[in-house]
Structures are given as structure tokens and as C-alpha cells.
């Protein structure tokens, strides 16, 4: 579930099970390791970590770029 517009939409992650509920009540949820969650994120979107927290992280997609794992096939 991206927020915003295309040309600036972030991604909502959690640190903790308790960080989400606050955003979104009980709910279905799945953790990743910060590496794949890197490649699972769309082409020009940045995150917001811990939405709903006391001190929520924006991380732009532009910070993020040099994060990105770069695919095998592309080596």
C-alpha cells in the first residue's frame, strides 16, 4: 500500500507487531529482513517508518537508491 503521489510515495514498515497495531489495529502481518525488503520495494518509493509512532522515520526514495541490491542479472 503506497502513499502519496507517484512521483513521491512512501511505503508504510514497521519496527515491531506493537507499531502496527497502532497504525492499523490487529491485523494480518509478515516480517522481512531489511535486505529483501529492499528489493521488494517498487522503483522510486521511499518508506515511513513506524507511521503512527512518536517519532515516525521518512526515508525518500532518493536516500534509499544506494540501498537498493543490485540483481544478479544485472552484474
Do not use: K, Y
Not at 502513499?3 to 497502532?22: D, K, T
Amino acid at each position: 500500500m503506497a502513499i502519496g503521489q507517484p512521483e513521491s510515495a512512501v511505503i508504510p514498515a514497521f519496527s515491531s507487531p506493537g507499531e502496527l497495531a497502532r497504525f492499523a489495529g490487529a491485523c494480518e502481518w509478515f516480517s522481512t529482513t531489511g535486505e529483501d525488503l529492499m528489493t521488494l520495494l517498487p522503483e522510486g518509493h521511499g518508506l515511513v517508518v513506524d507511521l503512527a509512532g512518536a517519532n515516525p522515520q521518512l526515508l525518500p526514495a532518493e536516500m534509499l537508491a544506494p540501498l537498493r541490491v543490485e540483481d544478479a542479472a544485472d552484474e
